[in-house]
């Protein structure tokens, strides 16, 4: 018997009281815009549970990408019967070939939208379960912590017969906490804030800076194959690329050694910030961790952040970079964060840079560099483009989804 629809359930959205019809067309939105190529799926939702109807189309692959969307608690492929006993008691005893070894338990759990169908919720559990019963040599009904639940639901429209649950990834829908400009290196850190910054909700556009000649075509292409991975859990990305070369070439020529990473990092900062205010994001996103590295002591932090008033927020601060390293595996991105291709920090990096930079001498040196112009330089030189998974399947489908809008 073949799955003809997902079910869905919420995840903490569900929570959220006046605000959940929003969450819910976000969701219903973003989940649309993935499954576009599904011709005939039909989605449908109310407060409690979205319905994803396959119409023939492929259940694998529509569960498949369930498995990708942020703001899904848990999910379950159901299939749907007409209305009458015999037939739910067959599609029962399908669904629990696969599931049945001997000696388990089970229940039926009858719910009735349909008050006027002829048997009642007892009446169905009992003419069920004495049917599997029947079904299988050695299994057995048990009402406390059975192995295995079969959930019946009559419905205006038919019965629909559900057994397993799927875990969704949680989180909120993409989009529903409004927009950050996420700073995205090469490395394994930046992607991960990322996919935290997604899970919660935010959308996000990739801000990479590179500095050719120094950085090569390839630590370019590798921060774009990174977005690319994160669209997989986002949708198109918008990729800004920022010309970053003639501001570290100044720096390197005027500024203290100890003191460039700190301003580099400051004009880094400058930046993602004007690009946000253009882009209309509402907060800049880093994969800055604790003490990991010189420009992630407080001091540092609190001398480079001082450009701006604009949120940082920085998903990783309190996290250890094994706990980094597993959600970059999980994620998928860390592969390609550990090629050799380096960015434009490391290739300018200095040998001792300071972990208390002071604040004053910030600002006398900075005094030494054009500020406004070089960054009028980086602004002018900006590059956008947008970023999907993988598949040229993809790409071609997203197309299509931005021409609906
Ligand atoms: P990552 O693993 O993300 O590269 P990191 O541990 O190497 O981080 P830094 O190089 O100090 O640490 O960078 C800290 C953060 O600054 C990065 O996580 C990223 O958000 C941002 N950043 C660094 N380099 C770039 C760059 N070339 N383009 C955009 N953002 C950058
Ligand atoms: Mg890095």
Redesign the pocket.
């Known amino acids: 018997m073949e799955i003809t629809e997902i079910m869905i359930r919420y995840g903490e959205l569900s929570t959220k009281g006046k605000n959940k019809k929003h969450f819910i067309k976000k969701l219903n939105k973003h989940l649309r815009s993935e499954l576009l190529r599904y011709k005939d799926l039909k989605i449908t939702f109310n407060r409690d549970r979205m319905h994803v109807k396959l119409n023939g189309e492929d259940a694998e692959s529509v569960i498949e990408k369930m498995h990708d969307v942020f703001g899904i608690q848990s999910f379950s492929p159901v299939i749907r019967v007409e209305k009458s006993v015999d037939a739910a008691k067959d599609a029962v005893i399908d669904l629990m070939k696969s599931h049945y070894s001997p000696g388990m338990s089970f229940k039926i759990n009858t719910k009735r939208a349909d008050h006027s169908f002829e048997f009642d919720t007892h009446e169905i559990n009992r003419m069920i379960g004495t049917a599997v019963e029947d079904a299988f040599d050695d299994i057995h009904v048990q009402m406390k912590d059975p192995t295995l639940t079969a959930r019946i639901e009559v419905r205006d429209r038919g019965i629909y017969i559900s057994i397993d649950t799927l875990q969704g990834l949680g989180g909120l829908p993409v989009g529903s906490s409004g927009k950050g400009m996420?700073?995205?290196?090469?490395?394994?850190?930046?992607?991960v804030?990322g996919y935290l910054a997604l899970r919660r909700g935010m959308e996000i556009e990739a801000?990479?800076?590179?500095s050719p000649p120094y950085t090569s075509p390839q630590a370019l292409k590798k921060?774009k194959d990174l977005t690319a991975k994160l669209a997989r859990f986002a949708g198109e990305i918008t990729f800004i690329e920022v010309p970053?070369t003639e501001i570290q070439e100044q720096i390197k020529k005027v500024i203290p050694e100890e003191y460039s990473m700190t301003i580099t990092?400051r004009m880094?900062f400058r930046l993602t910030d004007e690009i946000r205010i253009k882009r209309h994001g509402l907060a800049i996103v880093?994969?800055?961790?604790l003490g990991?590295?010189a420009?992630?002591t407080l001091e540092s932090m609190l001398a480079i952040n001082a450009v701006t008033s604009t949120p940082v927020l920085r998903p990783l601060i309190t996290t250890d970079k094994n706990d980094i390293i597993d959600i970059a595996k999980q994620i998928d991105t860390f592969e390609l964060?550990i090629q050799p291709f380096e960015?434009?920090?490391t290739i300018f990096a200095s040998s001792n840079p300071k972990t208390k930079p002071k604040l004053n001498k910030i600002q006398d040196f900075e005094n030494m560099l054009n500020v406004s112009d070089l960054m009028t330089n980086a602004l002018n030189g900006i590059k956008i483009e947008q970023i999907n998974t993988e598949t040229n399947e993809n790409k071609k489908l997203e197309k299509t989804f931005a021409d609906l809008l």
């Open positions: 996420l700073m995205l290196s090469g490395g394994i850190d930046s992607p804030a801000v990479h800076f590179h921060a970053f990092r880094m880093n994969g800055e961790s990991q590295v420009s992630q964060a960015d434009c920090c």
